[in-house]
């Protein structure tokens, strides 16, 4: 995180951690960031990066969150400038029983205008305040009953309970953190009365002159984002994503999901939804935001021309409408993609099946996945994982199901959470009175978006002939039905066939019905499994693990055990071409002191800078010879690309 920018910075205190309020110091909602360079108005950015790497990363997407302790000691050993909390209005904060939102006001200029600052401080009732991190900042903390909406009033003001990351410095501290509730709603109102607030993703039509949504004008626009990388601050991305909302188009959301989601790590569909229903035409963001940010980076077109209101315009490209049918190339691409749980492997909605003969040890792994994608971890197996609730449905085994959680909260350290469900006693599927009672539970429980693991296809279908194509197709139809109801994703816990070589054990129809299937095999060196089926990522994807045994109580007969996952090896490792030349020998010790762990992950992007900075060649060429290190360790067979990242073989 070095550069030309860093010179230019001002001197950034320590954070003075003994001064945050305790209250937010327990919520796992923090991040350490690095800054940019300063700007002609004396500020910089803040942008939230990753711990141990130091690359960007997404403040909104929880999987990305940390605790205070772990935002800290990223600080001190230098890979963060400082910390900061994330506001969201979907993580209150609990006192009593009652949910409290954390409120942040924002204002510059202390020194020029302490006095209406302290005014203020006074009014609100002597909340938490703090000095920003440039020192010309004031920062009040409060709680409030309800989440406000507030925004940029102007004038170096600004309040915000959602939908923003805030640095956190303890500098300078006074007040206590409290709840203000009543005050803090006046301040909105006298603040942002005049301001207009959207019904809806799509900003209201502006009585001003705007641009059609013809082919030519989406094309244009389109231009201009291929030359923007979203990978990119926060307040960047925002600005540009409002500019898009501002055209008011049918396809505003498709143009912006498809924008997004290139910097896949940082993409979370929810959190671009919430910003689209954001946008306030009255904030001033146009078309000429993003021809701006567009004529940085080096577009020389011309946006899209200005008609006069009164004039009809052409018709919209209204993608996804049932009358359109064939779409050019530049409207496919406008089409979001689909959303996942486990990038690579498990899509956010639809079937999968995760099968192995009798001992191969396919339910620890799927319990370990579904507390994976429950408790929001960074990644399973080296895959990025997406936060998500599941149900786990135990129909084998269930007097064993609390030793192996216990086994699995040792083991990952981590507690099963309340987005972790339990289903308990029998349920038939093949009933429609079974089927309609779990997708009635599930939904009003978890809601929507929900992971439901069946352990296993068999019990949840009892007396069902999994050979007969009539009985399959039931089994289908209430898995499909189930997975419509929540909508998510229903991973199906099943048996080989006697023939291995065949795949799932059953019709043929349950194969084809599946839009990802994982096989899980113990073999006389190990266990392993491997991806026998994905519709849309590469299939030729094989993980080593074992099961380790923990002791988890005591009973009239001794010492109580069960297992836990451990990834291993990855299969196919044995033949590897000798590493050649001082380049690759400085590439594979760079990044096997990244990744510690056989399996762990890294950007590419991550991985090429690191590389470059310890290769001993002549800057200019740092690059392209740690592309060339990289690209001949792959082929060795010493790394393995993994989702637009690498891992060690």
Known sequence: MTGKGQDMLPAIQPVDHNNIPPLIKHEKRWLGWWAGPIKESGKFDKFPVDPQFGHRVNPLDPANWLTFAEALAAHRRGMAKGVGFVLSDQHPIILSGTPYYLTAIDLDNCRERMTDHQALWRELGHPYVEVSPSGNGLRML????????????????????????????????????????APLTALERRWFSAKAVPG?????????????????NVEIVLSMLDKISSDTTYETWRAIVWAIASTGWASVPQIAHSWSSRASHR???????????????????????????????????????????????????????????????????????????????????????????PGSGKSFLALDLAHAIATGRTEWFGFPVRRAPVVYVAL???????????????????????????????????????????????????GKGVVVVIDTLNQAF??????????????????????????????????????????????????????????????????????????????????????????????????????????????????????????????????????????????????????????????????????????????GGHLSPTNGGLCLV
Request: positive net charge; aromatic residues 4%; contains cysteine.
């Open 142 to 181: 409060g709680l409030s009953a309800t989440p406000l909406k507030g925004g940029n009033a102007g004038d170096g003001r600004e309040l915000y309970s959602s939908g923003r990351f805030m640095t956190i410095t303890g500098i300078g501290a006074r007040g206590c953190l409290q709840e203000i509730s």
């Open 200 to 216: 809806s993703c799509l900003p209201v039509q502006p009585s001003v002159p705007s641009q059609p949504e013809t082919l030519r």
């Open 267 to 357: 993409y979370d569909r929810s959190v671009l939804d919430a910003l689209l229903r954001q946008f306030d035409p009255s904030r001033g963001i146009t078309l000429g935001t993003l021809t701006h940010y567009a004529r940085l980076n080096g577009w020389a077109g011309e946006p899209p021309q200005l008609i006069p209101a009164s004039t009809v315009p052409a018709p919209p490209v209204a993608l996804g409408t049932s009358n359109r049918l064939l779409l050019t190339a530049a409207e496919l691409r406008l089409v979001p993609p689909t959303p996942y749980v486990v990038r690579g492997l498990l899509p956010a909605q639809g079937l999968a099946a995760l099968y192995g003969e």
């Open 396 to 446: 084998e085994g269930q007097g064993g199901m609390r030793k192996r959680i216990d086994a699995l909260e040792l083991h990952v350290r981590t507690p099963c959470n309340e987005q972790f469900r339990f289903c308990r006693g029998e349920i038939q599927l093949l009933t429609d009175a079974g089927a309609d009672l779990l997708c009635t539970q599930v939904a009003e429980t978890m």
């Open 462 to 635: 009892p007396g069902a002939d999994e050979n007969s194509s009539q009985d399959m197709g039931k089994i289908i139809a209430s898995a499909k039905r189930l997975a419509t109801a929540v909508a998510g994703l229903v991973i199906l816990v099943h048996h080989a066939g006697k023939n291995r070589a065949l795949g799932l054990r059953g019709h043929s129809s349950l194969l084809a019905a599946m839009d990802a299937v994982i096989e899980v095999e113990k073999r006389a060196t190990g266990r392993s499994w491997r991806v026998t089926k994905a519709k849309d990522d590469d299939g030729n994807i094989t993980r080593d693990f074992d099961l380790l045994s923990y002791h988890v109580g005591q009973d009239a007969n001794g010492a109580v055990t069960s297992c836990a996952v451990q990834q291993t090896a990855h299969v196919g490792s044995a033949h590897k071409a000798p590493i050649k030349g001082s380049n690759q020998k400085a590439a594979m010790a760079e990044l096997q002191r990244l990744l510690s762990a056989v399996g762990q992950a890294i950007d590419y992007p991550a991985a090429l800078e690191h590389v470059a900075a310890v290769l001993n060649v002549p800057k200019g060429k740092a690059r392209d010879r740690a592309k060339e290190a990289i690209g001949s360790l792959i082929r």
